[in-house]
């Protein structure tokens, strides 16, 4: 069964810096990997998909990096805003059974 | 308009009643999931459709049954509601492979209380 993890539960940066959000999986035979956004209370807001066979995706001040041989993939923000302050979920689907399977996510708070 | 909609998106029902939630999409994908939300438990999957014909069990389906009446509709339905199904209800669609386009969208969510 694919367990999804994702270290720290929350995080609090200063405005401008950048940061590193963290996703591991148990299960290396992954189809893809997609990382949302979510504010309190919405919906979920697709940010990158990454295939398995790809290493990384960027859209903007995002980047996504995909490590199927350790497990895990990372988000990548730079220069932070406050506006970039929600959570942050990350998903994986798996060969054979396309459903994602989430982790908790990590809470990101970005201070003025 | 949204690509995927839920209704209703705010419902608060009292325990022992019957209530379904619609989700319909625009993007003409073949699946179609429902997920519940709660603090500290993350996103769970209830049921999943994989085209019309196709319903399957997710990890948390008792106590749900679903309909899937058309490509572009996937309902929920909580036969007596209880207390512990009080939850942030989500509805997301995704392409197939044969489709190409496998990305998973989501709805803006139902919030359910059931007193």
């Known amino acids: 069964k694919q367990e999804v993890t994702q270290i720290p539960a929350a995080l609090s940066v200063p405005e401008g810096e950048n940061l590193v959000l963290n996703c591991s999986f148990t299960?290396?035979?992954?189809?893809?990997l997609q990382w949302f956004r979510q504010d309190p209370g919405k919906g979920l807001t697709s940010l990158l998909l990454i295939q398995s066979s790809q290493r990384e995706q960027t859209s903007g001040r995002l980047n996504a990096s995909l490590d199927k041989s350790s497990g895990r993939s990372t988000l990548y923000i730079a220069a932070s805003q406050p506006g970039d302050s929600a959570t942050y979920l990350c998903a994986v689907s798996n060969f054979g059974n396309e459903k994602l399977t989430f982790g908790t996510g990590t809470r990101l708070t970005i201070i003025p | 308009d949204a690509d995927v909609t839920q209704t209703p998106r705010n419902r608060i029902t009292k325990t022992g009643k019957r209530i379904m939630l619609e989700c319909s999409q625009t993007?003409?994908?073949?699946?179609m999931y429902w997920y519940r939300q709660d603090p500290g438990l993350g996103l769970r999957l209830i049921y999943y459709s994989f085209d019309v014909k196709d319903i399957n069990k997710g990890e948390i389906s008792d106590g749900y049954s679903v309909s899937r009446q058309a490509q572009a509709k996937f309902s929920l339905s909580l036969e007596s509601a209880i207390p512990n199904q009080t939850a942030l209800y989500f509805c997301?669609?995704?392409?197939?492979?044969?489709?190409?386009?496998?990305?998973?969208?989501f709805g803006q969510g139902t919030r359910l209380t059931v007193v």
């Open positions: 997301a669609t995704s392409g197939s492979v044969r489709q190409g386009v496998t990305e998973a969208f």
């Open positions: 993007k003409g994908h073949d699946r």
């Open positions: 299960d290396s035979a992954i189809y893809n």
